[in-house]
């Protein structure tokens, strides 16, 4: 090896692990990217000796919420430089968050905003998915074709929601863009008019407190608009992502739909892996505090969580993502938005979960419940893949980012919110022990995290990323 070949960093002793292969080597890195694995490699400029430790692939977060704008009063918790610091904390090297558009206003400049937002605060890699809430002849013809090739290849609909949701009609129109210009979309599948008439009747009755938004999106409403959403890929032949699916009901219509050979791809998140009803409050339960874990679809029950479980291992689900929505709890502009004799509809939907996405699921691997190739699979490989984004990250291997998490399988951590490093005053995981943590994070061969320590790397040397075609098989 030449000096111009000399290494700006090499990796000891790594005991690496990819969605499919592990094995011993060091790595090498240069330039910010993996150059060489091998034996024996000569001395680099850093060293890092990784012993007893995992090298995993940094993980994709393909699903969380960060700055996004939001109606008049309320505020998200996290921006891009506190949201991308907890999520390297977390073993996290890439971020995908959603520029928004409004209703009545264009996809364009949402995405413009987006990137200002963006600018000189993100500390790692970041692409975006879109959010289409106006589907006009101009973004249907214009705009989302336009910005498909220009590398925002995956965005998000909703079924509910009265500031988002699509009506039939016009989720067809989007899924047909997305069919024309190789995008993939994703759905929040979750029936509007069955939310809102359940909500009335509650409300209604002076039942308001936080536990029953979980009475108002029974498995029901999910299991129904799941079923629609995949009959709108058939009809439109065109493969869909559901996002954030909570349960059995909703598990049962993928895993028919994939048995029939339609491509339909599915996420879940921690919040379906360890919350349930309860947790928004018990029976009789006249409170508040079950607001921090109000989200939509909302947590379910023990057997509900098995089922996510299960389903992580047998294929159904690609994907597992944070779906961090950083609403602070103590704070007019979070959760308790108009005060907390407010009825539940009020309350901003979502958990947070940045940080706590990979150890919460690494639990589970060291539960036995998942093996560790299906665990870099979930987290990192596949998301990388569906999203655009491999094999620059997704993987180690010569060529790839050097995106790298020095990962603890033996250590246990007691989650608790003031050791993480999101800006939300509380985490739904409080007090919980989890086994397995990230020890050193590289983001393009720079080490952001150091023995559990975040070194305060410069804010905005996160890059954004072009993301390329969706890679479904
Ligand atoms: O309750 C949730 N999931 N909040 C975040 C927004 C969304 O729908 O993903
Ligand atoms: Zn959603
Ligand atoms: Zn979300």
């Given at each position: ?7 700006d ?9 990819t ?16 150059v060489t694995?091998?034996h ?10 990784a ?22 009063g309320?505020?998200m ?6 949201g ?9 090297t ?7 558009q ?77 069919r ?13 008019d ?17 536990r ?12 129904e ?37 339609l491509q ?47 389903a ?52 589970g691997?060291?539960?036995?419940k998942?093996?560790?190739?299906q ?14 984004l ?18 603890d ?65």
């Amino acid at each position: 090896m030449s000096a111009n070949d000399s290494l700006d960093l090499v990796i000891r002793n790594a005991d690496v692990v990819t969605a499919s292969d592990r094995f011993r080597c060091d790595i090498g890195v240069r330039d910010g990217k993996i150059v060489t694995l091998g034996h024996g490699l000569p001395q680099g400029v850093r060293e890092i000796d990784a012993h007893g430790l995992l090298a995993l692939p940094g993980g994709v977060d393909g699903h969380c919420h960060l700055d996004q704008p939001m109606p008049e009063g309320m505020r998200m918790a996290d921006d891009f430089f506190t949201g991308t610091r907890a999520a390297v904390c977390g073993g996290t090297t890439t971020v995908i968050p959603f520029a928004a558009q409004e209703k009545g206003g264009s996809l364009k400049a949402a995405v413009a905003d987006y990137h200002r937002r963006a600018e000189g605060r993100a500390v790692i890699d970041y692409a975006f998915h879109l959010i289409v809430a106006d589907p006009t002849p101009a973004v249907l013809a214009d705009e989302l074709p336009a910005l498909i090739r220009k590398g925002y290849t995956s965005f998000k609909v909703y079924m509910t929601y009265d500031d988002l949701k699509l009506s039939d009609r016009e989720m067809l129109s989007v899924l047909d863009v997305a069919r024309e210009n190789n995008a993939l979309v994703m759905v929040h599948a979750e029936n509007a008019d069955c939310i809102s008439w359940l909500t009335d009747k509650l409300v209604g009755e002076g039942r308001i407190a936080p536990r029953f938004h979980g009475i108002a999106r029974p498995a029901a409403v999910e299991r129904e608009a799941t079923h629609r959403a995949i009959t709108f890929a058939e009809l439109v032949d065109v493969p869909i992502l559901i996002v954030h699916v909570s349960g059995k009901e909703a598990i049962e219509q993928i895993r028919w739909a994939q048995g029939r050979g339609l491509q339909i791809l599915a996420e879940t998140c921690p919040q379906y892996l360890y919350l349930t009803a309860e947790d928004m409050g018990l029976e009789g339960d006249h409170g508040y505090e079950g607001a921090k874990c109000v989200c939509s679809p909302p947590p379910r029950d023990p057997e509900n969580q098995a089922a996510v479980w299960r389903a992580l291992t047998n294929g159904v689900f690609s994907v597992f993502s944070s779906d961090h929505a950083p609403f602070n709890y103590d704070d007019p502009q979070g959760k308790k938005l108009g005060g907390t004799a407010q009825p539940f509809d009020h309350i901003p939907n979502g958990v947070p979960g940045i940080e706590t996405r990979l150890p919460l699921l690494f639990d589970g691997v060291a539960r036995g419940k998942l093996s560790l190739h299906q665990f870099v699979e979930l987290t990192s490989y596949r998301p990388a893949k569906v999203y655009g984004l491999y094999p620059r990250k997704g993987t180690i291997a010569v060529g790839a980012d050097a995106d790298i998490v020095l990962w603890d399988p033996s250590r246990k951590v007691r989650i608790a919110n003031e050791a993480l490093h999101h800006a939300v005053d509380y985490t739904p995981y409080e007090g919980m022990e989890v086994t397995g943590w990230p020890v050193h994070c590289l983001s393009r061969g720079e080490l952001l995290v150091e023995d559990g320590k975040y070194l305060e790397p410069e804010a905005g040397r996160g890059r954004f990323l072009e993301a390329g075609a969706p890679e479904l098989s």
